[in-house]
């Protein structure tokens, strides 16, 4: 076929495509770049932009089924210690994520917190396996700890509780005792970071953190009225990778107090690590 008539059939074919989309008989697609661009998920590389995602972009699924959940506790050797944990793993009939959350607790609270609202049995009925711990001398961990905290999540990491995956880690408050110092020595074990108003977030060197690329959501209560609420994102800000989320209506615990907005922001995350 000549060029000319490849042109003019080219011409042909553009000038009744633009005329159906026009009339509204034909709607053009989205297209995947624009919807990247207007919620700030990919950086000119192609990589996530952590710092400016969208991660409120999706809405919770309304038909997802937690019923057949599978719940699982138990207690295992962590650094000569008994640790009680709670497992949720998804149901038989949802497929594996590959993801695995793992939780830690504030000074007021237990694993069982997880539960009780509602983050174990969601995050685990989108295929993650969902793990959460009573830190020692918390809940069902009676005995307590003196030892290197940054080593006993190593250990919990590398047990066979965790299958040697690189979890999500999420540690609100007092917890941040164990993950602060982890994270500026083995951030490479884990796959995403959510600090929520952490202690310690001036234990590690700015030196250091300033080199972690952990993606990493900064969360806190805007109405947190503890020091803990200026301080971590004051400190954590310097990592590559984080992005600070001040939650509404919310004071120190604010995964409890807004539970269906951090569950929003924990999904997004989830799905955005996934890409």
Same mark, same amino acid.
């Given at each position: 076929m000549k060029s000319w008539v490849k042109l003019l059939v080219v011409a042909v074919f553009v000038f009744l495509w633009c005329y159906l989309t026009f009339t509204g008989l034909v709607k053009l697609p989205e297209l995947d770049i624009l919807k990247d661009m207007s919620s700030g998920i990919k950086s000119p590389d192609n990589k996530i932009d952590w710092k400016t995602v969208d991660l409120y972009n999706k809405s919770l699924p309304e038909d997802i089924n937690k019923k057949h959940v599978i719940?699982?506790?138990g207690t295992i050797k962590i650094e000569g210690l008994s640790i009680f944990y709670r497992k949720a793993s998804p149901p038989v009939s949802v497929k594996p994520s590959g993801q695995t959350i793992l939780l830690l607790h504030g000074r007021s609270f237990t694993s069982e917190i997880w539960q009780k609202y509602g983050t174990m049995d969601l995050m685990a009925a989108f295929g993650h396996l969902v793990i959460a711990v009573d830190l020692p001398g918390y809940g069902k961990s009676t005995e307590p700890y003196h030892g290197d905290r940054s080593k006993f999540i190593l250990s919990i990491i590398r047990s066979e509780l965790l299958s040697g995956s690189r979890p999500v880690l999420i540690s609100?408050?007092? /917890? !941040?005792?164990?993950?602060?110092?982890?994270?500026g020595e083995h951030a490479d074990m884990? /796959? !995403?970071?959510?600090?929520v108003a952490p202690v310690a977030t001036g234990s590690v060197p700015q030196s250091v953190l300033?080199?972690?690329k952990v993606p990493t959501l900064i969360v806190y209560g805007e109405n947190d009225k503890t020091p803990m609420a200026k301080q971590a994102p004051n400190n954590l800000r310097i990592m590559p990778n984080s992005q600070e989320v001040p939650l509404k209506n919310a004071g120190h615990a604010a995964y409890l107090d807004v539970p269906d907005v951090f569950h929003k922001l924990l999904y997004n995350f989830m799905e955005l690590l996934h890409q």
């Open positions: 719940h699982t506790t609100p408050s007092m /917890s !941040g005792e164990y993950s602060m110092k982890f994270v884990l /796959s !995403g970071y959510i600090p300033q080199t972690v």
